[in-house]
């Protein structure tokens, strides 16, 4: 038995002097106490919905003012600092300037007698470290002797490539000589000669990071919202892996840990299901266009042939190595990037080296290994320039 029920009510502190007065006061409070507890929970809301990114929150959308710029984690601010500082850092002051040639391989280098051409009468302007991920390199060349960096297994695609690159980057950066960091693969040939590469590469202040927006399911497509609020997807960029870079990037790549775990949790082979991400096409280009885009020339050194348009690019037998051939890769100016959506836009940019246009690419690949003796045949008349 519930006894208050039938209890009168109590009675009011102050007996108002009419109805009509009681009924205003009553409703300028309720009036006065929404005005607060909007005021109250407004910001809440919004930086809730800002963080959440739910569902739940968007009809709050529709009538609340317009999200303002986002604030940044406690992590994204120390990221942020650190990458700037790096930046600006005037660089070291190298004695003898190099260029640390890091070369990504399963095991032995079918190229290394052409790269001893390339390398020989420069020997204090160049260094060179290999991962060999699966098997232990015969070297043929003494250049390439003892250079073999402590290395791990690598999986096409995964985090563990990008976990090889920062290897390379540690070992290469101990040596402080080393102001400028390529990276290069098995199949990779130079189409210059060292002077011309050595020039192209220290004699300008941006880092060579391939860098486009591609809306399509090979580009946007890949993005996790779980990479947020970090990482929105207007920050996201795709581009190739193989990158030539200033000294302060590279320690801008071993600095970071913010990004990268991101990319490391989120970004894999088969995520969610059936979507594919692969790290290594998408970390690098995405975190230069959030701390540093200006300091990025948005293509590769490094050319590859896609117009094919098969899962993997066009690789070059013996007999496809001629001296058109590479006069034609040479040859071109221009960077071609083309989206993987329905609509397949094509942008074309010039390469634009210090302002003037300038051929694109040092390096190119994917040559096997039969082609090395025509190329050691070539290598002297096409890089004569
Ligand atoms: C690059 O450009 C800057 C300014 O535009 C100029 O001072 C510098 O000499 C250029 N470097 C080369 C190698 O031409
Ligand atoms: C590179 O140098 C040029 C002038 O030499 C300067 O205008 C530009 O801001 C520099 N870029 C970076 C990323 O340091
Ligand atoms: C690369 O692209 C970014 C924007 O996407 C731009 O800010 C930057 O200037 C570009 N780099 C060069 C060297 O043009
Ligand atoms: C060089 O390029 C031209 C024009 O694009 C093409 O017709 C020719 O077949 C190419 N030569 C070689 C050897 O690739
Ligand atoms: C190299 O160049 C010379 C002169 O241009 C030419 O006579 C020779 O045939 C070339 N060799 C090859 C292998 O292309």
């Avoid at 009538?63 to 990458?83: G, H």
């Avoid at 204090?124 to 297994?153: C, M, Q, W």
């Avoid at 082979?269 to 096409?281: I, K, L, Q, S, V």
Wanted: aromatic share 12%; glycine share 4%.
């Amino acid at each position: 038995m519930k006894e208050p029920e039938k209890m009168p009510p109590p009675p009011p502190r102050q007996r108002p002097p009419s109805r009509r007065p009681l009924w205003i006061i009553v409703l300028a409070c309720l009036v006065l106490l929404s005005l607060t507890a909007t005021y109250v929970y407004r910001p809440h809301r919004l930086s809730a919905c800002y963080l959440l990114r739910s569902d739940v929150c968007s009809p709050f959308r529709e009538w609340l003012p317009p999200v303002p710029e986002r604030s940044y984690t406690d992590d994204e601010v120390a990221a942020r600092v650190v990458a700037r500082d790096i930046v600006s850092m005037p660089s070291v002051n190298a004695k003898n300037p190099k260029i640390a040639f890091m070369f990504l391989t399963p095991g032995s280098l079918p190229f290394e007698k052409l790269w001893e051409k390339f390398f020989l009468g420069h020997n204090e302007r160049f260094s060179i470290y290999i991962h060999a991920s699966r098997e232990k390199p015969t070297h043929v060349s003494p250049l390439f002797n003892g250079r073999d960096i402590r290395s791990d297994k690598v999986s096409w695609g995964k985090i563990s490539m990008v976990d090889a690159e920062r290897r390379l980057l540690g070992n290469a950066l101990q040596d402080s000589n080393n102001q400028h960091f390529v990276l290069l693969s098995d199949s990779c040939v130079p189409l210059y000669n060292f002077d011309y590469v050595y020039s192209y590469l220290m004699e300008t202040n941006i880092s060579f990071i391939d860098c486009f927006e591609d809306p399509g399911p090979h580009g946007t497509g890949r993005y996790s919202e779980h990479m947020l609020p970090e990482i929105e997807k207007s920050d996201w960029r795709k581009g190739a892996q193989w990158f030539s870079i200033k000294r302060q990037h590279a320690l801008i790549i071993l600095a970071d840990s913010l990004y990268y775990t991101k990319f490391k949790n989120y970004c894999k082979p088969g995520m969610e299901g059936r979507r594919n991400c692969y790290a290594d096409e998408h970390y690098l280009p995405t975190l230069f266009n959030m701390v540093d885009p200006g300091g990025i020339a948005n293509w590769s050194v490094t050319h590859v042939d896609w117009s094919e348009g098969k899962w993997h690019p066009k690789s070059y037998k013996a007999e496809d190595v001629t001296f058109g051939l590479l006069k034609n890769i040479t040859s071109i100016d221009e960077t071609t990037h083309v989206t993987s959506d329905e609509k397949r836009k094509v942008t074309k940019k010039p390469c634009l080296w210090n302002g003037t246009k300038r051929p694109c690419y040092l390096f190119a690949r994917k040559f096997y290994p039969g082609a090395l003796d025509r190329m050691m045949h070539l290598f002297s008349n096409f890089t004569a320039v």
